[in-house]
Structure formats: structure tokens, C-alpha cells
């Protein structure tokens, strides 16, 4: 007679990352018999040995190399009774690779506490990639795959590490890849400007100046002089580079108190 019989691999799942699936077994024997023995093949002419029945098998391998994957299930029952099934799976073994995790479109400083972070991930003939995992300061976050996202970087001034993984549906995670950027949300701190070389006052309009400033986490690259008490923007012209702190400033005109802003 012929035995019913179900075959499943693994939990039912429709992909696995690992050609070593465990196959769950259902089957009837014939009237008045019972299940005795099973074999299994990868492509439904070489079977296994028969060995006992059970309705798990751990440990069955794959075909090699990723890819839809059959696997054949015989049974046999005590009166003789036999039957086949078959299940099918894909596999994908392979890890995604990162490309490349870019912060901020490259720059090495921020002033702000977020970052944009983008990722490129080609995508290979596996499974597509389901989860983008981001690791700072030991806290890791895993949300769906996005080729670009917002990170919110840890608070305080200093250098601060992205790593960064990508998920495929299969489960397979890539090597990590880092980039660094450095938070610098403190301003400068002024030290001292000095008018007209300390004098207390001038019949010039046009005064030398030198000034002194620092900061903990970064250089100083530039600066900026007014005579207005607003303070400048940063794409204001009186910027320049602050090596050396040192120049001229233009007073505004009429005689009186003048006040110069650093």
C-alpha cells in the first residue's frame, strides 16, 4: 500500500542560511501497520540509508551551494507499505557585504547631536536585506533596511564610532563596517581681543586687533570681527582664518566709545 506522508524543513521557513535543516515528518501507515523506517535524498534518486522512523531527522544536509533546494523524504511502514514527499527550500548561506557607511556625507566634524548615515550595500543574487544595524558606544539598534537613516549620536563633545551592519532575510548578517565622526556642540571659548595694540583710544578708524581663543574638542579655523551686536552668521563675510588671530578692523565713524565684537 502506499503511506501518506508531509515533509517539512526547518520551521516551515522559505529561506535558510545554513545547509544543515532539521526535516519534520509526518506520515499514516497503511491499515493496521506502523511507521518503521525513513530515508531522504537530495535529488530523489540516492536516497540515505534507512534508519528508524521519527517524525524529526536533525542534522540533514543540503545540496551544496546557495540556492531552491529539494529534498525527498521515503517511508515505509511494517507491512511493506511505502511513501514519498517531497519539500522545498531556498538557501542562502552567504553574508551581504557593506560597501561602504558614510557619516554626514563624509565631514569629520558635527555640531549637531544627529547624523545622517548612508549605506551602500549592493545588493547579491541572495536574499534581499531586511535589517540595517547600528552599534555606538556598545548600544545596538536593528530597524528595516534603509539605504539612508538618522542616527542620534551619544551627548558629549568628542569622537563618536558608527558600526554598522546589514541583515538579509535569510538571517545572514555582513561584517561590521565603522566610520567616525567628531560631535563638537560647545562654542570656542574667547580668551582675549586686544584693540590698537591696548590702547585706550585712536584717531584712526582702521585699528590692528589681535585676538586669543580656544577649544577642547577641535582647532579653531576661523574667525569673525563686528562692530554690530549681532552675532555673525556662518556664511557672514567678515570670516577668516584664524592663523593668525590677527588683523585689522574698521571702526564705525564719529568720534565716541566703539565697541568691537569677537
Excluded at 139 to 164: E, H, M, N, Q, Y
Excluded at 229 to 243: F, M
Amino acid at each position: 500500500g502506499t503511506i501518506e506522508v508531509s515533509l517539512r524543513i526547518g520551521p516551515g521557513a522559505a529561506l535558510v542560511n545554513t545547509p544543515s535543516v532539521r526535516l519534520e515528518l509526518s506520515a499514516t501507515p497503511t491499515a493496521g501497520a506502523t511507521l518503521s523506517e525513513m530515508a531522504f535524498s537530495n535529488d530523489g534518486t540516492t536516497f540515505s540509508a534507512f534508519e528508524p522512523f521519527a517524525q524529526t531527522r536533525e542534522g540533514w544536509t543540503l545540496s551544496t551551494g546557495d540556492g531552491p533546494k529539494t529534498v525527498h523524504a521515503r517511508v515505509r511502514d511494517s507491512k511493506g507499505g511505502e511513501g514519498t514527499f517531497t519539500a522545498e527550500v531556498q538557501l542562502d548561506a552567504t553574508k551581504p557585504v557593506v560597501a561602504a557607511v558614510v557619516l554626514d556625507d563624509g565631514a569629520a566634524y558635527t555640531r549637531q547631536a544627529t547624523s545622517t548615515l548612508a549605506v551602500t550595500a549592493p545588493q547579491d543574487s541572495g536574499s534581499t536585506f531586511s535589517q540595517l544595524c547600528t552599534t555606538i558606544s556598545g548600544a545596538r539598534t536593528c530597524g528595516a533596511f534603509a539605504a539612508s537613516t538618522t542616527l542620534t549620536l551619544p551627548s558629549g563633545d568628542g569622537l563618536k564610532t558608527v558600526s554598522v551592519t546589514v541583515v538579509d532575510a535569510a538571517g545572514n548578517e555582513s561584517v561590521p563596517l565603522v566610520d567616525s565622526i567628531v560631535l563638537d556642540a560647545t562654542p570656542p571659548t574667547p580668551l582675549s581681543l586686544t584693540l590698537a595694540g591696548g590702547l585706550t583710544a585712536t584717531k584712526d578708524l582702521t585699528v590692528a586687533y589681535a585676538a586669543e581663543a580656544t577649544d577642547a574638542t577641535t582647532s579653531i579655523v576661523a574667525h569673525c570681527l563686528t562692530t554690530s551686536s549681532v552675532a555673525p552668521a556662518g556664511d557672514d563675510v567678515c570670516w577668516t582664518p584664524s592663523s593668525p588671530m590677527a588683523g585689522s578692523v574698521e571702526l564705525p565713524a564719529g568720534d565716541g566709545v566703539k565697541t568691537v565684537h569677537a
